[in-house]
């Protein structure tokens, strides 16, 4: 039950961004939000379309038996492939670049109009609220409230997004050109690397929390013990302190070290579940090639096709774990839009 209300409360933090990406009263941002979508498709089409002109290209390479002005000719369409290919790799990367440049404007401004709205509310909120809240707190708030949008619009939407739309599109090329069991190894690839992500990550991010509790306590008592140096002479407690102080550094090394040895865990599995995947579609492709269905460069494009796919859930944890903290600092800002104005 608790993870619905957590699921739910997410989706309406989402929800709550919206009217800012998607001002009613500015038609130029929104037609900057759609420029920003068609670069995006247009950004992923080039990237999904980069490893079919590599095949063609080495497909073209590999004809034998062929006269010296027929291989001329092939000569001049390789290099015409090969110049496609360094434009399509130009194409996504330009795209890419153009997206970020065109909705930066867009997302500064929301995350300029909701600092203002949350400042303009906390000034209009009853002052039971104020002296029941501490000033630093609420600045704190704000402060996380919007760099949660900031990191919100940068990963959710330059990196989640595009990573669904790649997705799509690899998954609509390989039905086209090749067969199911190359999407299937796809996609269970895909949802096991996810979940063990995600189940490892979880782990990571309580163990986090444990470590940032000791760091914070054996900071507060360093302080405490420090600021209070003249009453800790004259009791002779110094060793009393240092004990504390250990007590709390031994909390925060134990955490370290498992936070290290997750961190290992995580890399190792999820790279053996990649290596498997891509071993799993290059033996298919390896089949086929021996059978004649596909070509040396179908063999060379698949491998590109799957590097291009699975490298950036590299980061997955990482963007998953601060979305994580974002929603939860974005919820923090949300709880004070929220509460009751004066009448």
């Not at 300029?112 to 000033?135: D, E, G, V, Y």
């Not at 599995?269 to 269905?293: D, E, K, P, R, W």
């Not at 096709?305 to 774990?321: K, W």
Request: proline content about 2%; some cysteine; aromatic content about 12%.
């Amino acid at each position: 039950m608790r993870q619905k209300t957590f699921v739910r409360s997410n989706w309406g933090v989402l929800g709550s961004m919206f009217p800012f990406l998607w001002p009613k009263d500015n038609p130029k941002f929104r037609i900057r939000v759609l420029i920003s979508f068609v670069a995006l498709i247009i950004a992923k089409v080039s990237a999904v379309a980069t490893p079919l002109f590599m095949i063609w290209s080495v497909d073209s390479l590999a004809i034998d038996g062929v006269n010296e002005t027929s291989a001329s000719i092939i000569g001049m369409g390789s290099l015409s492939l090969v110049v496609c290919y360094g434009f399509m790799r130009l194409f996504s990367v330009g795209f890419n670049q153009l997206r970020d440049g065109v909705f930066t404007i867009v997302g500064q401004r929301a995350l300029r109009n909701m600092a203002i709205k949350t400042f303009s509310h906390i000034h209009a909120l009853p002052l039971q609220f104020h002296i029941s809240r501490k000033t630093g707190a609420l600045s704190r708030v704000i402060e996380r409230g919007v760099k949660g949008v900031d990191f919100l619009l940068r990963f959710l939407i330059f990196s989640i997004v595009p990573l669904i739309l790649e997705l799509i599109f690899v998954t609509i090329l390989l039905l086209i050109r090749y067969d199911w069991i190359y999407v299937l190894i796809v996609f269970v690839t895909i949802f096991f690397y996810t979940w063990f992500t995600f189940w490892v990550t979880n782990i990571r991010v309580r163990i986090r929390e444990r470590m940032n509790r000791s760091d914070n306590d054996a900071n507060q008592k360093a302080i405490d013990s420090l600021l209070n140096f003249e009453t800790v002479k004259f009791f002779n407690a110094e060793k009393r302190e240092i004990e504390r102080y250990d007590s709390s550094m031994a909390g925060f090394e134990k955490a370290s070290i498992q936070t290290n040895i997750s961190l290992a865990y995580l890399n190792f599995g999820q790279s053996v579940l990649m290596t498997a995947g891509l071993v799993g579609v290059m033996i298919l492709a390896a089949n086929g090639v021996s059978s004649g269905l596909l070509t040396v460069g179908e063999f060379v494009g698949i491998n590109a096709i799957m590097l291009q796919l699975l490298m950036p859930l590299n980061f997955l944890g990482t963007v998953y774990r601060e979305i994580r903290q974002a929603l939860t600092d974005m919820a923090d800002m949300f709880r004070i839009l929220d509460q009751p104005l004066m009448i």
